[in-house]
């Protein structure tokens, strides 16, 4: 392998990409990303921000009268959730935040979710068989699969106490017949195939319209799921990404996030972050269109206020090095987009 060839290629391929998809494409025009080499394995990748002062606008009257909210929420400790909405409630504020993100990213971004494209329910795909069965007709279920079922409800597997439910669903959960489409799914969670590396190969245009839905299977379970090692797992056996702790019993060494039916907010390093509904305890959020047209997967997270911007790029520069001017003008354009009221002002005075 010739590794600079390598590395040059994907610098090309990411300008072309911001150039082409993030500019041209879906209208950004401001952009600031930056290469990092994985300290376990050496494997390029980038961190981005993207921040668009015409998109932003058109949420600012939707936000206004839930401002508020984000200076009581950054007070919470570490962890603190923002409570989750009820499937047909959206009464509070926090629960209209969250809604009110939900409904925005399909226009000024892309969907984002962390739903495997599989579908919900198991089923086969046409022409596919169904996962083999024992000699009384029973799949040969995982440990994960038998727990999330029973914190689902289904008939026929043991109940389990709050606390081991905690670490499957997070918040509202889904029937049992919906927990996701476990046929499809790759080990350890899932009853498929290993991952079938081909869809790698193809480029999107490549694939039919009957084989597309095949094709996101394959890219999901080949690159969207989340594989702890040592570049993530911290001493105390966490993984830093969020996918919960080290399990040494299954290759993916992580047992991955607890599905949410529905989207919430979480305070993280003093950050508001927004999760997308979520099946599969470790595919990676993000959008799934977005992800196969790159060819990787695209970890997408979503800043509902200035501090995350900040924090986040404050974050990839604690080097030696001064801020490049991109990232100046990044940073400089994040406080312009942002309506200038008397809390907004309070609170650059005082991270500047």
């Given at each position: 392998m010739y590794p600079t060839i390598l590395n040059e290629f994907f610098v090309q391929r990411t300008k072309a990409w911001f150039r082409i998809v993030?500019?041209?494409?879906?209208?950004?025009?401001?952009?600031?990303?930056?290469?990092?080499?994985?300290?376990?394995?050496?494997?390029i990748h980038f961190h981005s921000l993207l921040l668009d002062s015409e998109k932003s606008s058109r949420l600012h009257g939707s936000l206004d009268a839930l401002r508020e909210l984000f200076a009581t929420v950054l007070q919470k400790p570490v962890g603190f959730h923002i409570p989750k909405p009820s499937v047909s409630s959206m009464d509070d504020p926090e629960q209209e935040l969250v809604h009110l993100l939900t409904e925005a990213l399909p226009e000024v971004f892309a969907p984002v979710s962390a739903l495997h494209p599989s579908g919900r329910t198991m089923q086969s795909l046409p022409g596919h068989p169904s996962p083999p069965t024992n000699a009384d007709g029973e799949y040969n279920l995982s440990t994960w699969a038998k727990n999330r079922l029973a914190a689902a409800g289904a008939p026929g597997f043991e109940p389990l106490n709050a606390q081991a439910i905690s670490k499957l669903v997070e918040g509202t959960d889904v029937p049992h017949?919906?927990?996701?489409?476990?046929?499809?799914?790759?080990?350890?969670?899932?009853?498929?195939?290993?991952?079938?590396?081909?869809?790698?190969?193809?480029?999107?245009?490549?694939?039919?319209?009957?084989?597309?839905?095949?094709?996101?299977?394959?890219?999901?379970?080949?690159?969207?799921?989340?594989?702890?090692?040592?570049?993530?797992l911290n001493k105390e056996g966490k993984c830093r990404m969020g996918f919960g702790d080290e399990n040494k019993a299954v290759a993916s060494r992580c047992d991955g996030k607890p599905a949410a039916a529905v989207p919430y907010l979480v305070v993280e390093h003093g950050v508001s972050k927004f999760n997308a509904p979520r099946d599969h305890p470790r595919i990676v959020q993000g959008c799934i269109e977005l992800s196969r047209a790159f060819g990787a997967n695209t970890d997408s997270q979503v800043f509902p206020c200035f501090f995350g911007v900040d924090i986040f790029l404050s974050s990839l520069t604690e080097l030696p090095s001064p801020p490049s001017h991109s990232h100046t003008a990044c940073r400089r354009n994040a406080r312009r987009s942002l309506k200038p009221t008397r809390t907004r002002r309070r609170r650059q005075r005082r991270f500047n």
């Amino acid at each position: 392998m010739y590794p600079t060839i390598l590395n040059e290629f994907f610098v090309q391929r990411t300008k072309a990409w911001f150039r082409i998809v993030i500019q041209e494409g879906l209208g950004f025009k401001h952009y600031w990303y930056r290469f990092e080499f994985a300290k376990s394995r050496g494997a390029i990748h980038f961190h981005s921000l993207l921040l668009d002062s015409e998109k932003s606008s058109r949420l600012h009257g939707s936000l206004d009268a839930l401002r508020e909210l984000f200076a009581t929420v950054l007070q919470k400790p570490v962890g603190f959730h923002i409570p989750k909405p009820s499937v047909s409630s959206m009464d509070d504020p926090e629960q209209e935040l969250v809604h009110l993100l939900t409904e925005a990213l399909p226009e000024v971004f892309a969907p984002v979710s962390a739903l495997h494209p599989s579908g919900r329910t198991m089923q086969s795909l046409p022409g596919h068989p169904s996962p083999p069965t024992n000699a009384d007709g029973e799949y040969n279920l995982s440990t994960w699969a038998k727990n999330r079922l029973a914190a689902a409800g289904a008939p026929g597997f043991e109940p389990l106490n709050a606390q081991a439910i905690s670490k499957l669903v997070e918040g509202t959960d889904v029937p049992h017949t919906q927990i996701g489409n476990l046929f499809l799914w790759p080990p350890h969670e899932g009853l498929g195939p290993q991952p079938n590396k081909l869809s790698l190969r193809k480029w999107p245009f490549e694939v039919s319209a009957d084989d597309e839905l095949a094709d996101y299977i394959d890219f999901a379970n080949t690159a969207a799921l989340h594989g702890c090692s040592s570049y993530c797992l911290n001493k105390e056996g966490k993984c830093r990404m969020g996918f919960g702790d080290e399990n040494k019993a299954v290759a993916s060494r992580c047992d991955g996030k607890p599905a949410a039916a529905v989207p919430y907010l979480v305070v993280e390093h003093g950050v508001s972050k927004f999760n997308a509904p979520r099946d599969h305890p470790r595919i990676v959020q993000g959008c799934i269109e977005l992800s196969r047209a790159f060819g990787a997967n695209t970890d997408s997270q979503v800043f509902p206020c200035f501090f995350g911007v900040d924090i986040f790029l404050s974050s990839l520069t604690e080097l030696p090095s001064p801020p490049s001017h991109s990232h100046t003008a990044c940073r400089r354009n994040a406080r312009r987009s942002l309506k200038p009221t008397r809390t907004r002002r309070r609170r650059q005075r005082r991270f500047n």
